[in-house]
Each structure stands twice: as structure tokens, then as C-alpha cells.
């Protein structure tokens, strides 16, 4: 069992709905991440919050909209995708996601998101 | 920056067959490396680690070395199971400007074990 939850496992919309991804974690962790992985490809970073703060975003388009609202849940909102938006969505934690603590990240199951 | 280069695939073999999975990387740095493991339908697992030169990760008959001379992280099992197929991510720890850590995958090597 993974100990990083994300809801929904499955999401289908349109491209003129708002939707949002949800993780949430009890471990502890204070860093949380948003990937994106697309079919047999490796994951690509979005997003990373460290201590409730947004601290990297790999310039990713405004219409994902990350928000961190304590240290155990992270949301990803989405407006206005594209069908090339079709993907996995994995959520990570880690104890502080600062450099050198050589803490392995933990992954959820994923969202597989696809944009019609 | 740094990047992580890993053998492709897919590879095919037969039960108790002997792994190897090559990895390599450039950084500028001493960076801590990682082997993920992703399962059919389910996000990534951490497989092992090693944080510096000559340490050996091991986990679940799966070993690498942490090898600075040659930038190599190779992933070795002796006898592999039908339930190890899967695709194998090799990574590395990045350090960003802002003082955060992130992880750089290889593109992941997906291997099917037949019996």
C-alpha cells in the first residue's frame, strides 16, 4: 500500500472544464512534488512546495494551478487543457526536499488524466 | 546539467536468468543515486540507493554499486522472478539554485520475465 494517496484514480474532461487532482500524506513529509508522465516515458518534474512554499516550477503552463494548503495535501487545478495534457499524474513527498538530505521520494498511485 | 543515461531495453528473459540494467551519469557534483522501480498501473517505488562513492544499495535480491570513476549505477539481480517485470527508472539527485533537491530520471527500462 502506497502511503501517498491521490484522488481520483481516473479523470476524463473536456477542454473547457475545471478539475483538480488531489494527494494527501501523513507521513510527515514537509517537501510535496507533482510530476507529469506520459506512456513509456519517465517522469518530468512540475512543481514543488517546500514547507507549504511553492519553491520550483519548471515552467509549466498557467493552466496547471498548484496549491498547497498544509503540509499534508497538495492540489493540482485544471482549466482550459489540451488533448497533449493526457497523462499520468504522480504525487511524491519527501521529509524537506532540500539538497543533500538523500531522502528517497515516495510516490502515489496516480491520476491518469485524459482531455477530450 | 546533470543527466542520467540508461540502457533502453525492453528487456526480455527467462526466469532465474541473471540482470544487468546499465546506467550512467554526468553531474557536476556527488549527487546521491536511486533505482525506482514502476509496477503496471501504479506510481514509482524506491528500489535502492546508494549516497556515496563504493556504497551498495541492495533490496529484494537487487543490487547496485555507486561506482565514481566510472559515473556507473548498474542494476544487477542473480536470478530474476516472473513478478519482477517491470520498468526500472535509474536517477539522480539534482541540487536547484534555490537550495531544493530534485530527482533526474533516466527514460527507464522495461523488463519482462518470462517462465
Known amino acids: 500500500d502506497t502511503e501517498v494517496t491521490q484522488t481520483p484514480k481516473h479523470l476524463v474532461m473536456g477542454m473547457t472544464n475545471k478539475k483538480s487532482l488531489k494527494c494527501e500524506q501523513h507521513m510527515g513529509h514537509r517537501a510535496m512534488y507533482w510530476y507529469k508522465q506520459k506512456a513509456k516515458k519517465p517522469p518530468e518534474l512540475m512543481f514543488v512546495?517546500?514547507?507549504?512554499?511553492?519553491?520550483i516550477n519548471e515552467s509549466v503552463p498557467s493552466r496547471f494551478s498548484p496549491e498547497c494548503p498544509n503540509s499534508s495535501l497538495l492540489n493540482l487545478h485544471l482549466h482550459a487543457l489540451q488533448p497533449e495534457d493526457s497523462a499520468l499524474y504522480l504525487c511524491a513527498s519527501s521529509p524537506s526536499g532540500r539538497w543533500g538530505d538523500n531522502s528517497p521520494l515516495h510516490f502515489g498511485n496516480g491520476t491518469r488524466l485524459t482531455v477530450t | 546539467g546533470d543527466s542520467v543515461t540508461q540502457m533502453e531495453g525492453p528487456v526480455t528473459l527467462s526466469e532465474e536468468a541473471f540482470l544487468t540494467i546499465n546506467c550512467t551519469y554526468t553531474a557536476t557534483g556527488y549527487p546521491s543515486l536511486f533505482w525506482y522501480v514502476q509496477y503496471p498501473g501504479e506510481g514509482l517505488q524506491l528500489l535502492l540507493k546508494a549516497t556515496k562513492a563504493d556504497d551498495k544499495g541492495s533490496n529484494k535480491g537487487f543490487e547496485a554499486t555507486y561506482r565514481k570513476e566510472t559515473t556507473s549505477f548498474h542494476l544487477e539481480k542473480g536470478s530474476v522472478q516472473v513478478s519482477d517485470s517491470a520498468v526500472y527508472f535509474c536517477a539522480l539527485s539534482d541540487q536547484t539554485q534555490g537550495g531544493s533537491e530534485k530527482l533526474v530520471f533516466g527514460k527507464g527500462t522495461k523488463l519482462t520475465v518470462n517462465p
Open positions: 512546495y517546500s514547507y507549504e512554499k511553492l519553491s
